[in-house]
């Protein structure tokens, strides 16, 4: 696609409860990374895909937190037994290779509140 | 380690007047630097980026930024704000062999008055 593409585009969740959150990078993409935005905050490093080299998970909070990626396509990021303070936007992003040369695709994000 | 400070959480100007938002930085390597936007809802969009070439890097909508290694500071600015300039900035930094991890700054949200 044109974009980055994320889905929901918001979810409202009750404690405890898991979540999938899905994103299509820009096709021929082979970076993919996952960021958290809380309110009022900068964003935080989740995990990063690179081809089929072992992901970067060096940014997920806790075990609660899971991503997949198959190839180069579509990331899930599984958040388990919901708290309230997992509550943010997930972005996702993209970038052909290495990012520095070209700059980062981000898609519009997935408000998650936790109720 | 990497780190970015934006140094002014919010800043406000008036309408064809000059934006500064400051953004120092804090890399073992060589950075790359990148300032995106963020209108309110709507996803982040690239500015403009420094890689190594030009230290004075031109982006869209008539902002520039400056890198400037002695001071490790990589200010944006614009001669002249618009309304529509109106939104969150964020200054960003990654060097070549960090993962490719992007550290973000906190943001530093501009306000244009008429």
């Known amino acids: 696609g044109a974009g980055v593409s994320q889905s929901p585009s918001n979810k409202v969740t009750e404690k405890g409860k898991d979540v999938e959150l899905r994103c299509d990078p820009i096709s021929g993409h082979t970076a993919l990374y996952w960021y958290r935005q809380r309110l009022g905050q900068g964003l935080e490093f989740l995990i990063y895909?690179?081809?089929?080299?072992?992901?970067?998970k060096s940014g997920l909070p806790s075990d609660r937190f899971s991503a997949e990626r198959t190839g180069e396509s579509v990331s899930t990021l599984t958040i388990q037994r919901t708290q309230q303070e997992d509550s943010a936007v997930y972005l996702c992003a993209s970038s052909p290779q290495t990012g520095q040369a070209y700059g980062y695709t981000f898609g519009s994000g997935t408000r998650l509140t936790v109720v | 380690a990497q780190s970015v400070t934006q140094l002014d959480s919010h800043v406000s100007v008036s309408e064809g007047t000059p934006v500064l938002l400051r953004c120092n930085y804090s890399s073992s390597y060589s950075p790359s630097l990148f300032w995106y936007v963020q209108h309110p809802n709507k996803g982040l969009q690239l500015l403009l980026k420094y890689t190594s070439a030009a230290t004075l890097v031109k982006g869209i909508n008539g902002f520039e930024a400056e890198f400037k290694k002695s001071e490790t500071s990589f200010h944006l600015t614009k001669p002249s704000a618009h309304m529509s300039d109106a939104a969150e900035y964020f200054c960003v930094v990654t060097f070549t062999g960090g993962g490719n991890k992007l550290t973000f700054g906190t943001g530093t949200q501009l306000k244009v008055e008429l």
């Open positions: 895909f690179q081809g089929n080299s072992a992901p970067d």
